[in-house]
């Protein structure tokens, strides 16, 4: 029987780029990695224990990206993450003692301190420094819906008229997502919601049953969505593609107008890596100067550069407002809609990026735990519930048929983010490397031994050139250096490659080291890349 209530799917995009060194000691870049374990899936999981736990039923869909999928089952990051939490565990004993004497700031301290003690008690005894586990224990209870994404999140629609790409991205994906989790995704996030027309043809191919677009995409489509945001479409693939809603992103991801920026909320920008001495951080920073050491004691307060000093309860406080405040608009939403909706019910579909909660934003987990508790007492008089994508399409398989147009969730809203003044220079070499990628697998169709070891360790170079990260990031200026080191190294990883299958000649020593560091996707298979009959 089809549910007369309006419903709301929630959906968080884990995601990180691949960042692995096991040739230094320490490498400051695999702290991203680090940082959102302790501050958004670790939290995550806890928050999925207490809503267990007490009984509160809860839904959630959560794409996690074959790249963060890699790191969070990577034996070598897993043990730096502990002498990570080890570092940040010695500083918060520093930071107790420093503060000793301030009322304002010792309880601060003392709370961070906990934090990476917790975590990292979590995540050894826990889970035995494997959180998939956790994801994959409420995925079979029923509560988290898992997707996957693009093998190395590449911005797909660039790579439109070269489909070796789009299927080696789609299929490396789900063949890593199967050998983590055991079950194939049925969802599949679009990278930065990148979607172009055809792209349903190439997940149908692959059992795929449905995706998420922009607003913008979804409206531009054709024929217009007879529902508009309210209600999923089908492509002319089969693809059932879900629609961004307008009004819940600005409420949460808008920096100016959205929660995150209210003034009791802890600042993220100011930290004591910037505040103390050098001397004083620079031994939790890997040996830089100056950076975030995690350690934030400053409200948001305003656009202002006198801060006040961050206070927990109270932003705890505010969190649960919002989550209510939220509710509260998406359901004068879907009343709105509902009065011209006859066959079913409004949906509202809210895609985030999950290092939102709890990393970016720090009140992010307390919002989200208020919001199901809150849902759930809201499902029970039929106001409003939760769903995940596909719990909604088992129940409503019927959609109206519309095929989106090209858009992406980016600045300007198609590709200008990952093509521009500051990244163009990357294309030419990124498509001739999958063109030449594909010469080999057609070259060497049915190869074993060493010589297909060298070809897999090609696709995997030419994967990661693919990523979408990298671009963003030399557009915007942060990390430029590293992104583009990034990008550099995986092409010259590749011709490398290359010029030894050309000329018969094998350096054993040398791939045996980078399959070591860049030991990505272990059951990939080079010819993914070669063309479909």
Not at 43 to 61: A, I, K
Not at 142 to 151: I, K, V
């Amino acid at each position: 029987m089809m549910s007369t209530t309006p419903s709301l799917a929630l959906v968080l995009n884990a995601h990180l780029p691949f960042v692995r060194k096991p040739e230094y000691d320490r490498f400051f870049e695999e702290r991203w990695f680090f940082e959102v374990l302790t501050e958004t899936y670790l939290p995550l999981l806890r928050m999925f224990r207490r809503l267990e736990l007490d009984r509160v039923p809860f839904r959630l869909s959560l794409a996690i990206s074959p790249t963060l999928l890699a790191m969070f089952t990577d034996r070598l990051l897993c043990t730096r993450y502990l002498d990570y939490l080890d570092l940040q565990i010695e500083l918060g004993q520093k930071e107790v003692r420093r503060t000793t004497n301030d009322p304002v700031f010792a309880p601060l301290a003392k709370m961070y301190l906990e934090i990476y003690k917790r975590a990292r008690d979590e995540f050894e005894s826990l889970y035995g420094g494997e959180i998939t586990r956790g994801f994959d224990y409420f995925s079979r209870k029923g509560w988290l819906e898992l997707l996957t994404s693009g093998a190395t999140h590449a911005f797909l629609p660039l790579y439109a008229d070269i489909p070796e790409a789009i299927d080696a991205q789609v299929e490396t994906a789900i063949i890593h997502h199967r050998a983590v989790f055991g079950k194939h995704p049925q969802g599949f996030w679009l990278p930065q919601l990148g979607w172009y027309r055809g792209l349903g043809e190439k997940l149908r191919a692959y059992n795929v049953t449905h995706t998420i677009v922009t607003t913008k995409g979804a409206l531009l489509g054709t024929p217009v969505p007879f529902y508009g945001s309210f209600s999923p479409v089908r492509s002319p693939s089969g693809m059932t593609v879900f629609i961004r809603d307008a009004g819940a992103t600005r409420a949460v991801w808008s920096a100016t107008e959205g929660y995150p920026a209210h003034p009791l909320y802890r600042e993220f920008y100011r930290d004591i890596g910037y505040d103390l001495d050098t001397s004083y951080v620079s031994p939790y920073l890997y040996g830089i100067e100056h950076g975030f050491t995690g350690f934030k004691y400053w409200a948001v307060t305003g656009r202002t550069e006198i801060k006040r000093p961050y206070e927990p309860a109270a932003a705890a406080a505010q969190a649960v407002v919002h989550a209510q405040e939220f509710l509260g608009d998406r359901k004068v939403q879907a009343r709105s809609a509902a009065f011209w909706m006859h066959d079913r019910p409004p949906l509202i579909v809210c895609p985030y990026d999950a290092e939102l909660f709890g990393h970016w934003w720090f009140e992010g987990i307390q919002f989200l735990e208020a919001l199901f508790r809150s849902a759930a007492r809201q499902a029970e008089d039929g106001q409003l519930r939760l769903v995940t994508l596909t719990e909604y399409l088992h129940e409503f398989p019927d959609n109206p048929e519309s095929e989106p147009e090209f858009s992406s969730w980016a600045e300007g809203g198609y590709a200008e983010v990952w093509l521009d003044g500051k990244n163009d220079w990357v294309h030419p070499h990124v498509r001739k490397t999958i063109q030449r990628m594909r010469e080999l697998a057609i070259r060497f169709p049915d190869q074993s031994g060493l010589r297909e070891r060298m070809l897999n360790q090609a696709a995997r170079e030419v994967l990661l050139a693919m990523s979408s990260d990298w671009m963003f990031l030399l557009r915007t200026g942060s990390s430029a250096d590293f992104a583009a080191r990034q990008i550099k190294e995986s092409i010259s990883n590749f011709i490398q490659i290359y010029e030894m299958l050309c000329a018969n000649t094998v350096d054993t020593e040398w791939i045996t080291t980078l399959e070591k560091r860049n030991n990505i996707f272990p059951y990939i298979n080079y010819r993914i890349f070669a063309p479909k009959v």
